[in-house]
């Protein structure tokens, strides 16, 4: 008995093993790069080879190196090559990474800034290769802030998981700054607008125009002697026997000016936000 046993379950079990065919992937697949899966077993299998943005089956030779074309593994994440023959089947997964380095893509925050801010820019860049795969390995990225007047910054920062940063002080003087980030021979480049801060020494002036009282203020520059934008507030407040009276005036090629029926003496104050000016005594005329 048991020698029949022994051969009836030997000769199946050889047929089982001869029948199960194997895959195996080598440990490090590149993005775009040929590789081949080694496969065990005889005559003819479907092969079939999902990732991420890839779908495909076609027919191999089992027992042969199975070539997999670098357009089939382009796109970096993980795989899962199937083969089967007869009804048995083999997997095996392995893991695609990013190719070289190729595309740096920066970010550049706030578009619009005001002058002397401490750490106001952000310019966050991101490291692709040639797939548009995020290539995780650190990688050197040069940045360059370039202010209109004055010296350029460089800075250099490695990538942590594809990504790197940098903090930027708004410059002193107004005009627009160029921010770069470079990548061996590739860059981008964006531009950020620097703008005057808030309004510092206000001082404003009567004008006595066909019998009508204007004031009208200096040109509004900010502590660093930049013009301030048109647009900008400015307040004037009237005293007199009418009572207290505040009108907002937006500056207009660089000065503020507003016309105010006086009644009798009159003081005049100014401010634009925080900031106040001088105060003007001003005598009513009949």
């Not at 999902?50 to 191999?60: E, H, I, N």
């Amino acid at each position: 008995m048991r020698l029949f046993l022994a051969s009836v379950l030997i000769p199946l079990a050889l047929m089982i093993c001869a029948a199960a065919a194997e895959l195996r992937a080598p440990a490090q697949v590149t993005a775009g790069k040929s590789f081949s899966l080694a496969s065990t077993g005889n005559g003819k299998g479907m092969l079939y080879l999902t990732g991420p943005g890839q779908a495909s089956k076609r027919s191999v030779m089992l027992g042969d190196e199975i070539q997999i074309r670098g357009d089939e593994v382009e796109h970096a994440g993980r795989y899962t090559a199937v083969i089967c023959d007869s009804g048995n089947c083999a997997a095996t997964h392995f893991f695609v990474r990013a190719a070289e380095p190729a595309k740096v893509s920066l970010l550049v925050h706030p578009s619009r800034v005001r002058v002397g801010q401490p750490n106001a820019i952000s310019g966050v860049a991101f490291v692709f290769d040639k797939f548009r795969n995020l290539v995780l390995s650190p990688t050197q990225v040069d940045f360059k802030a370039i202010p209109k007047q004055g010296a350029a910054v460089a800075q250099t920062r490695p990538t942590q998981n594809g990504v790197t940063w940098i903090r930027l002080t708004s410059a002193t003087k107004e005009g627009p700054a160029k921010i770069g980030a470079s990548l061996g021979k590739v860059s981008e480049l964006r531009v950020v607008q620097q703008v005057a801060s808030e309004a510092c020494n206000l001082r404003i002036k009567p004008d006595w125009n066909g019998g009508k009282f204007f004031a009208e203020t200096e040109p509004v520059r900010d502590c660093s002697g930049n013009a301030v934008s048109d647009g900008t507030v400015v307040s004037f407040t009237k005293v007199d026997a009418s009572g207290k009276t505040t009108v907002d005036v937006p500056i207009k090629r660089g000065v503020a000016r507003v016309q105010m029926p006086l009644k009798g003496n009159a003081k005049i104050l100014v401010a634009s936000g925080v900031v106040t000016g001088n105060e003007l005594s001003v005598e009513g005329r009949q």
